[in-house]
């Protein structure tokens, strides 16, 4: 049986187990606007983000592209 290598610190993945009990239990809600959260990927950024402000050491969040300026758009286009 292989063993399975831990992503993050066991404090973030105890919270990230806790916050996928929560969504599979149907009371994960979601933080601004209270929604209840179905997707599976949005469970574990939320347990993530809770670990994190709980100090567990998880890497920093990935950096999202940023938008081109119009000036740019338009010197690919041609």
């Given at each position: 049986m292989a063993r399975k290598t831990?992503?993050?610190?066991?404090k973030a993945s105890s919270a990230v187990e806790r916050v996928m009990k929560k969504r599979k239990a149907g009371t994960l809600k979601s933080g601004r606007s209270g929604r209840k959260v179905k997707s599976r990927k949005q469970a574990i950024a939320i347990g993530l983000s809770e670990a994190r402000a709980a100090g567990a050491k998880v890497p920093k969040k990935s950096a999202k592209r940023g938008r081109k300026t119009k000036k740019a758009k338009r010197k690919t286009r041609g």
């Open positions: 831990r992503k993050y610190s066991k």
